[in-house]
């Protein structure tokens, strides 16, 4: 039915994090109206909602950050090489700022819906405040993990004291003084908050299912020289990025660990160890593909577990076993050191299984937890889970989530749109490089060719584009095949679905290398657009 009072845009963007910002400049610059819909009370994404204790970035400031404006670049002043989370939205709320964007978004609105309406060949767009919203374009920068998992378990609405996840954390900073703290989940927020909290709370009892392969950060405050050589440097670096294999102008050691002797892998694994950050998953060229040279990155940072943590049987509580890197890389200060300390406790739930939350704490299998406060650091629904969200129907009233089969059946094509979902574009969306990628490159790739595209459609006048079957079919293909030649789809992690109790099994990030994936992108629009259909309505109404 049409309802002619319904506001229009040209697009509508879901979120305001790197992606929905970036995805509004470009828009309005190219004279579309747009909308930006953004689920918190202010700008930042992931950097908005996980304000947890000893949050911060593990991919170094300098390259951090956009890249499409040279003056941007020079205003802007990093402190560290790893910025807090603060820093991070205090940037992005800058840039909001001086690029006048907070205009075109609306705070404290949630999409609820979005559905292709064919008669009038628009989306119509349905807002938690019961407003609806026709849109040419469809464009979400939601991320991938902004669907927060708490795990179903028995007994949390019973208990008495404070419960919190980290992806979700309160504006108002919590008080941990004198408290008896829980902490389910040991992944990059699990590692990041725990040394903080030990230092905060009375005490600290860390409920551990899986250990993890965590590597100094290394963090430090940046001179004044160095920022100065960075900003001379910008072209140079951005190019870096935008031409690299992950977003970053780190290049990868060019050897496998196998050519070394024994003393030389320790020696290279060494240097790496004291570089900190992603040094160490870049210190051989086949720690992801191959499986001897993978046990020994595992088997040098099992060393430094035992040589850091005192207590032997608490050491090797803390020690990996599956392969390294199938679980994303972490980073961590002071970690390991953390279990040191009086006031911390490791339980492995894995060993001995929470049976329940109750009024006072956690119970396990073996034991109970007398806790004031606890936090669920246990991850996201990653990929799908946040487009899985949103009822997002396209032609023929079709959900998204039964397309793709709950999961089981996910098909894009360049990770960017999917068939029957005509003017739709998922923003580093499933099967595109995404979050093996520094985001904010991967984000910028994303969004240009977003905006050109859409700039190109206006020019043709076209008012349609819809992917082909085939091309999305031969896509999916593709990523699937160049992920099986690695070992991260035999890791259990939220990369293969493996996090959430019941979620289809696949790996969802095109692992060809951003580089090529950026060729690849640019030689289709070259192409008019190959692998779409690109459709003329007569008469819009
Ligand atoms: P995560 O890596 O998925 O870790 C979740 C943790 O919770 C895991 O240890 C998991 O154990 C545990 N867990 C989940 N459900 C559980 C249950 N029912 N019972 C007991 N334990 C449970 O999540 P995350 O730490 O939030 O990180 C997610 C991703 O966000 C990261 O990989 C990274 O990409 C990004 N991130 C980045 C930064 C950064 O830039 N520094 C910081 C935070 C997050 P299992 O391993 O056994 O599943």
């Avoid at 947890?52 to 970035?57: L, V």
């Avoid at 993890?212 to 001379?232: C, G, L, V, W």
């Avoid at 790996?507 to 657009?529: H, M, P, S, V, W």
């Amino acid at each position: 039915m049409k309802n002619h009072s319904i506001k229009e845009v040209d697009a509508v963007v879901l979120g305001a994090g790197f992606a929905g910002l970036y995805m509004l400049y470009q828009l309005r610059s190219k004279g579309f109206s747009t909308v930006v819909y953004e689920a918190g009370d202010g700008v930042g994404g992931v950097w908005y909602w996980n304000r947890y204790p000893g949050a911060r970035c593990d991919v170094e400031s300098i390259y951090y950050n956009y890249t499409f404006s040279k003056e941007l670049y020079e205003e802007w002043n990093w402190t560290s090489r790893f910025p807090e989370q603060e820093e991070i939205l205090n940037y992005l709320n800058y840039v909001a700022d001086r690029f006048e964007l907070r205009k075109d978004i609306q705070f404290n609105i949630r999409v609820n819906a979005a559905h292709f309406d064919e008669e009038r060949s628009k989306w119509l767009i349905y807002l938690n405040n019961g407003s609806q919203v026709y849109a040419k374009y469809f464009i979400t920068g939601i991320g991938c993990l902004s669907a927060a998992n708490i795990p179903n378990m028995k007994g949390l609405n019973q208990f008495k004291g404070k419960w919190y996840h980290t992806g979700h954390w309160p504006h108002k900073k919590v008080d941990f003084t004198g408290k008896r703290v829980g902490i389910i989940g040991t992944g990059s927020s699990g590692i990041q908050a725990i040394p903080v909290l030990a230092k905060e709370a009375k005490h600290l009892t860390v409920f551990q299912r899986t250990p993890q392969y965590t590597i100094p950060a290394r963090n430090h405050f940046y001179d004044e020289e160095f920022i100065r050589s960075t900003k001379e440097n910008f072209e140079t670096l951005k190019q870096a990025m935008r031409n690299s294999v992950a977003g970053s102008p780190h290049q990868q050691n060019d050897r496998s660990a196998m050519e070394d002797s024994e003393s030389k892998q320790q020696q290279v694994f060494e240097d790496a160890w004291a570089e900190g950050g992603f040094a160490f998953a870049m210190s051989y060229n086949d720690l992801l593909t191959n499986e001897q040279s993978n046990e020994k990155a595992a088997d040098f940072i099992r060393s430094k577990i035992r040589e850091i943590v005192k207590d032997p049987k608490v050491a090797e509580r803390l020690s990996p076993k599956y392969m390294y890197g199938t679980k994303r890389q972490v980073l961590d200060t002071d970690y390991f050191e953390t279990y040191n300390r009086d006031n911390v406790l490791l339980v492995d739930v894995k060993e001995s299984p929470i049976d329940e939350i109750t009024e006072t704490g956690v119970k396990t299998a073996d034991d109970q937890y007398e806790l004031d406060i606890l936090i669920f650091a246990t991850g996201y629904d990653g990929m799908t889970g946040p487009l899985f969200k949103i009822d997002i129907k396209g032609r023929g009233g079709i959900a998204l989530k039964d397309k793709w089969e709950n999961g089981a059946s996910v098909r894009t094509y360049l990770g960017l749109t999917t068939a029957g979902f005509p003017n739709l574009f998922m923003i580093t969306g499933p099967e595109s490089p995404s979050v093996l990628v520094n985001m904010p490159i991967a984000i910028e790739q994303h969004v240009e060719w977003i905006a050109n595209c859409i700039e190109y459609l206006r020019e043709h006048d076209i008012d349609l584009m819809d992917t082909n079957v085939q091309a999305e079919e031969e896509w999916s293909k593709h990523c699937r095949e160049v992920a099986n030649t690695t070992l991260y789809v035999k890791g259990d992690s939220w990369y293969t679905g493996a996090n959430i109790a019941g979620k289809h099994r696949s790996f969802l990030i095109y692992l060809g290398g951003f580089d090529y994936y950026t060729k690849r992108c640019i030689e289709i629009a070259q192409n008019n657009f190959e692998g779409f259909t690109l459709q003329k309505l007569k008469t819009m109404s």
